[in-house]
C-alpha cells in the first residue's frame, strides 16, 4: 500500500516495514503515487504471481568494509555479491549494494583484509580472523570465475550419464577434462593430472576453455564416457582402492599419478607395451587428423568380459547417438567459437622499427588487400585470390596496439584509424583501416584471435594495447613474491587489465591497475637489471608492480602507452591523475601548499598572482601532475591561488556539474536555512563520485581558511565571492551561487556529515599551523624547545627560545654557556635524534634548527624525535668547521641495502660508493666510469646508525633518507662512518660559489609592520598593487612581473655595502671589528662586553630571498678563555687560506663594499671555536640607510 503524506513524501507499506520516500516537488509525488498504486491494483486484478525466491547464498557472514562505518553483512550468491546493513535486512531482502561479480577480480591484502576489484572501483573487506578471509577469497574467485562459464559444451559432454561423475574421484558434475586421456574430471583431480605434465595429461576446462573444444573432441567424450575410459585405465583396480571425493591431496596425487603416469590399473596394450609409447601415442592423435577413430582404437582395443567389442565400425551411424565425422555443418559447430572476421585492409610493410601509421598517398602507401582471420591472418591480394600473399599465426603476435590519430585533425597522409601488430623477433606491421567501425571491429577480432579467453570480455571500445607481459612484484602478499609471472596485458582507457595466461611461466593472477591513481611511473634501464632487461615500475597505494615485454620493440610500446594513459591532460575533473582519495593531484597539492604557507597570509585567493606563472604552473599539472612538486622556495602562494581557481574554472563541465545547476538554484531559494542546507546534501549526493569528493576536499579547505580570517581577512562571504564564479562557472553572475558556496563553507560539518574527532582534527590542525607562525614572527623569538646534553636525561635539558633563523652552530653556542661548559679538546656538535636513539643526525653548522623540528610533526611518532649536544673528537667533525672543500672525491666500499627493494634487494651487499658534485654514485667496480644508479644528495637527511631489526653487519653504519627510499650502509670502523657522514654534510651544504650575504638580525621581524589591507572589488583591477606579508618563509612578489619578464629588469643598484661573513675567531675578528667600526660609525656599541655585532637592515628592490641571521659576534679578549692551543691549531691551519684570499681581493674595491686592510675570507667560517661557547647574538638597527663611503 502507497500513501502520500507532508513535505512532499510518500510512505510504501509493506508486511515488514514502512519505507518513506521524498521527492523534490509536490508533482513528482504524486506521480509515484499513482504509478505505484497503478501497479498495485493491476497486480490484484491480473494475479501476477509472486517474484522467484532468490537462490541460496553460496556463503554469508558479517564483514568489515573501508569507508563504512558499522560492519556489513555480505551474501555472495552466483554472479553477485549482496551487502545488508545486518541479517535481519537481509532476511528481509532490503540491501545496501549489490556487486556483479563480472570482470571482477580477488586480491588478498594484509592480515584479515582482501580486496575485490570491479571495474569501477575496489571494495576493500576484512574478514573476522585470516582463516575467514582465505574462504571469503577462495569462494569469490570461485563465484568471479562462474560468471567466465560457457555451460554448453558441458551439457553435451554430461549428456552421457557416465560422464556425470569424476572419473577418478567419483564427484559429482566434474567441470575438467584430459583431453589425450579421454576421461572426464572435478577440479581437485584436474590440479593433481596438471602436476603429471602435458605431456601425460592434457587438461582442459569445459566451461572456460570452450574454443578448443572442436566438434570430434566433443564427440569423442560423449561416445567414449568415463566409463568406457575407465575399462581401460583402470581395469585391474582392486575393488575398494579407488579414491573417495573427500580425498585429501596427498592421496589423490599418488592415486593419479599411479593410476596415468606408471599404468599399474590397465591391461597390457597389444600395440605398445611400453607405457611410455601409449601416452605419446596418445598425444600424437590429439593433436593429429581422425582423432575419434585413432584415439577410439587406442583405448578401445579388448573387448571386455561380458561385453561385445566396442570398435570403430560402429561409427557408421547404426549405433544412436553416433555421428560419424562428417566436414558438413553438424549438430556441434555452434561449440566452436573461431574469431573469424573478413574485409580489406591497408597492410605496411613489415618492419624492424617503430614509427607512425604507414602513409595514405605516394610511393610508400600500402596496398589494400582482403585480409582473412580464420586459423591464421591471411592476406589476400583480392577476394578470388586462391593462394593468400603472406600470413600470420597467432604464436607469432607479441603485442596488438591502437595507433593515435594524428595530432592534426586535418592531416590526410596518415590514416587516422589505424592499428599495429608487435610480431616475434622485433618485428612490427602496421593496417590501415576506412573508419572508426571498422577499427574496432578488426581490432576486436584479432584481439580474441590471439589472445586467452579471460581476456575477451574485456575488449571493447577505447582499447590501446594488448598483448603478453611479464609481472613482478616485491610484495610478501603477492602469490609470488619476486618471481616474474606470465600474463597477458590490456590497456583500455586509464586502466591496466591484467590476465593469466599459458606461457612458460607461472600464470599471474588477474589484477587491475588504475593508472590515474598511481603515485609513480618509472622505468628501470637495462643496465640496473640483472638479466639486462629494462622494466617499468609501477607504484600505488601499498604495492609495487614491475613489467617486462618480450623484447625492446614491445616494451617501448607499452611503457609509451602506458605513460600516456596515466597521464593528465584534458580538462575533465574524470581525465585528471588522482591521489589516494580519488581527488585530482592539481586540487589536493595547491590545497596543502596553501594551507600549510597561505593561511596567514593577509588577502590569500583575493590577491592574484603573475598571470604568465600560473598558466605555466597549470600546463605543468596537466602534463604531469605527478612530477610537479610546490616548494615554497620556488613558488608563490598567490601564483598557486591562481592556478587553482583557474582549474576549477576552465573545466569542461563544472564540479557542481552543470546540469545540476537549476537544482541549486531552487535550493537556494527554500526560505528556511536547515532546509537549504538538506537540500544541498541531496543535490551533492547527485555528484559523481569524482565530483563530490573534490567538492568536499574545496570547501574544507575553504572552511580552514574562513577560520583564519582574523589573521588572513578573507571571511566567508569573501571566499564566496571568489569561488562562486570558478566553482559554478556563471562568470560571478549569479547571486544563487554566492548564496550557495557560502552557507556551503559556513555548513560545512553539517552538510558534508563531519564528525567532532574530525572537527577536532580541524582545529588542532589550524591551531598548529597559525600558532606556529606567530611564534616564529613573534618578537620575544620565537619556539620554545628542549635540548639535551650529552644524554637524554631530565636533569641535562635546557630550554630555551629558537627562532626561525638560528642554526646549529648558534643554538649549540647559547646551550654550552647557558651550561657553563668549561672548554676541552672535542667539538660540541647538535645531533637531530629519531627513533628513540638509533638513528643520530649530526646538524651542520649552516643549517636551520627550527626548520628540522618542524618537519618531526610528519613523523609517525613525533615523539621519538628531539635535540641532543653531543662532545666528538676534532678529527671526526673537525671538517664541518672549515671553509677547505675535497680536492678529490670520496669513494669506497661498502656493505648496502635499500628499502623498497629494487637493484641491492633486501640484504646486505658489499658495493662500491663514490661521492662526487653531490651525487652518490652506486659503481659495479672501483674504476667503473658509468655508474650503475646515482641518487641526487638536495634534500636527503644522513643518520648515524641502523635500525637494530635490520640486523646490520657492523656496529658502524649511516642511514641516507632519499625523498622515495632509505639507504643503509655499513662501514668497516668509526672513523669510515665519520668520514662517510661528514663529506655527505659538506656536499650538501658547501657552496660551489663564495658566499656573499647581508648580515640580519633577528630582531629585524619584530620592527616590521604588518597592517591591515583593505579589500579591493573583486572583480576590479588589482595587478599593479602589492602585498605584504607577514609569511617571511615565503618569496613574495613585489610586483606582477613574471620571472621572465623580471630577468629583463636592469638590475638594481645597491644602497647599502654589503659584506661577507666570517669567523667568531678572535684575532681575526678583531681587525675585521676595526675595519668596520671606522667605516661605520653609526653602529651602536653592545652593551655586553662578551660579544659584538653588526647588522646592516636597509632593504633593497627586488629583495625576494630571506636572508639569513649573522653568526654570533667574536669573542672578546677579556674572557679568561681567549687563548688556548686548540685555538691556535685552528688558526694555523687556516691562516694561509685566508691570507691567500686577502692577496687576490685586496686590489678589488668596489663602490658598494668598505675597503679593510685584509678582506674576509669567503669562506664559511665556523662561528664556534671548539670548548669556548658565545653569547648570543645583540643586535641593533641603523638609524639611517644612506650609502656608506
Known sequence: ??????????????????????????????????????????????????????????????????????????????????????????????????????????????????????????FSFTAESGGARQSWAAA??????????????????????ANRHCADCGSSRPDWAAVNLGVVICKQCAGQHRALGSGISKVQSLKLDTSVWSNEIVQLFIVLGNDRANRFWAGTLPPGEGLHPDATPGLRGEFISRKYRLGLFRKPHPQYPDHSQLLQALCAAVAGPNLLKNMTQLLCVEAFEGEEPWSPPA????????????????????????????????????????????????????????????????????????????????????????????????????????????????????????GADSLEA?????????????????????????????????????????????????????????????????????????????????????????????????????????????????????????????????????????????????????????????????????????????????????????SVKLRPGEHFVEDVTDTLKRFFRELDDPVTSARLLPRWREAAELPQKNQRLQKYKDVIGCLPRVNRRTLATLIGHLYRVQKCAALNQMCTRNLALLFAPSVFQTDGRGEHEVRVLQELIDGYISVFDIDSDQVAQIDLEVSLITTWKDVQLSQAGDLIMEVYIEQQLPDNCVTLKVSPTLTAEELTNQVLEMRGTAAGMDLWVTFEIREHGELERPLHPKEKVLEQALQWCQLPEPCSASLLLKKVPLAQAGCLFTGIRRESPRVGLLRCREEPPRLLGSRFQERFFLLRDRCLLLLKEKKSSKPEREWPLEGAKVFLGIRKKLKPPTPWGFTLILEKMHLYLSCTDEDEMWDWTTSILKAQHDDQQPVVLRRRSSSDLARQKFGTMPLLPIRGDDSAATLLSANQTLPMKSSQASVEEQEELEEPVYEEPVYEEVGAFPELTQDTST???????????????????????????????????????????????????????????????????????????????????????????????????????????????????
Open 1 to 122: 500500500m502507497t500513501r502520500s503524506s507532508k513535505d512532499n513524501k510518500f510512505q510504501v507499506i509493506t508486511g515488514q516495514r514502512v519505507f518513506v520516500f521524498r521527492t523534490e516537488s509536490e508533482a513528482q509525488r504524486d506521480t509515484w503515487c499513482s504509478t505505484l498504486q497503478s501497479c498495485l491494483k493491476e497486480q490484484r486484478l491480473l494475479g501476477h504471481p509472486r517474484p522467484p525466491q532468490p537462490p541460496r547464498p553460496l556463503r554469508t557472514g558479517m564483514l568489515e568494509l573501508r569507508g563504512h562505518k558499522a560492519k556489513v553483512f555480505a551474501a555472495l550468491s552466483p554472479g553477485q555479491l549482496a551487502l545488508y546493513k545486518s541479517e535481519q535486512a537481509f532476511s528481509l531482502g532490503i540491501g545496501i549494494c549489490f556487486i556483479e561479480l563480472q570482470g571482477c577480480s580477488v586480491r588478498e591484502t594484509k592480515s584479515r583484509s582482501f580486496d575485490l576489484l570491479t571495474p569501477h572501483r575496489c
Open 1075 to 1189: 675595519s668596520f667600526s671606522t667605516t661605520r660609525e653609526w653602529t651602536v656599541k653592545p652593551e655586553n662586553p662578551l660579544t659584538s655585532q653588526k647588522s646592516l637592515d636597509q632593504p633593497f628592490l627586488g629583495q625576494e630571498e630571506r636572508l639569513p641571521e649573522p653568526p654570533p659576534g667574536p669573542l672578546s679578549k677579556s674572557s679568561p678563555q681567549a687563548r688556548g692551543s686548540l685555538e691556535e691549531q685552528l688558526l694555523q691551519e687556516l691562516s694561509s687560506l685566508i691570507l691567500r684570499k686577502g692577496e687576490t681581493t685586496a686590489g678589488l674595491g668596489s663602490p658598494s663594499q668598505p675597503s679593510s686592510p685584509q678582506s674576509p675570507s669567503p669562506t664559511g667560517l665556523p662561528t664556534q671555536t671548539p670548548g669556548f661557547p658565545t653569547q648570543p647574538p645583540c643586535t641593533s638597527s641603523p638609524p639611517s640607510s644612506h650609502p656608506l663611503t
Open 442 to 626: 578488426w581490432t576486436s577480432a584479432v584481439g580474441k584471435w590471439f589472445s586467452p579467453l579471460s581476456c575477451h570480455q574485456l575488449l571493447g571500445p577505447g582499447l590501446l594495447r594488448m598483448g603478453r607481459l611479464w609481472l613482478r612484484s616485491p610484495s610478501h602478499t603477492a602469490p609470488a613474491p619476486g618471481v616474474w609471472l606470465s600474463g597477458f596485458g590490456l590497456l583500455r582507457g586509464d586502466h591496466l587489465f591484467l590476465c593469466s595466461a599459458p606461457g612458460p611461466g607461472l600464470p599471474a593472477p588477474e589484477d587491475m591497475v588504475h593508472l590515474r591513481r598511481l603515485q609513480e611511473i618509472s622505468v628501470v634501464s637495462a643496465a640496473d637489471t640483472p638479466d639486462k632487461k629494462e622494466y617499468l615500475v609501477l607504484v600505488e597505494t601499498g604495492r609495487t608492480l614491475y613489467l617486462q615485454g618480450e623484447g625492446r620493440l614491445d616494451f617501448t610500446a607499452w611503457n609509451t602507452a602506458i605513460g600516456g594513459a596515466a597521464g593528465g591532460g584534458g580538462t575533465g575533473l574524470q581525465e585528471q591523475q588522482m591521489s589516494r582519495g580519488d581527488i585530482p593531484i592539481i586540487v589536493d597539492a595547491c590545497i596543502s601548499f596553501v594551507t600549510q604557507h597561505g593561511l596567514r597570509l593577509e588577502g590569500v585567493y583575493r590577491k592574484g598572482g603573475a598571470r604568465a606563472r600560473s598558466l605555466k604552473l597549470l600546463a605543468e599539472f596537466r602534463r604531469d601532475a605527478r
Open 140 to 161: 569469490l574467485q570461485e563465484a568471479v570465475t562462474e560468471t567466465l562459464s560457457d555451460y554448453e559444451v558441458a551439457e553435451k559432454i554430461w549428456s552421457n550419464r
Open 315 to 434: 561409427l557408421d551411424g547404426s549405433c544412436p547417438g553416433v555421428v560419424p565425422p562428417d566436414p558438413s555443418p553438424g549438430v556441434y559447430n555452434e561449440v566452436v567459437v573461431p574469431a573469424t572476421y573478413s574485409g580489406f585492409l591497408y597492410c605496411g610493410p613489415v618492419t624492424n622499427k617503430a614509427g607512425p601509421s604507414p602513409p595514405r598517398r605516394g610511393r610508400d602507401a600500402p596496398p589494400r588487400l582482403w585480409c582473412v582471420l580464420g586459423a591464421a591472418l591471411e592476406m589476400f591480394a583480392s577476394e578470388n585470390s586462391p593462394e593468400p600473399l603472406s600470413l600470420i599465426q597467432p604464436q607469432d603476435i607479441v603485442c596488438l596496439g591502437v595507433s593515435p590519430p594524428p595530432t592534426d585533425p586535418g592531416d590526410l597522409d596518415r590514416f587516422p584509424f589505424s592499428f599495429e601488430l608487435i610480431l616475434t623477433g622485433g618485428r612490427i606491421q602496421h593496417f590501415g583501416t576506412d
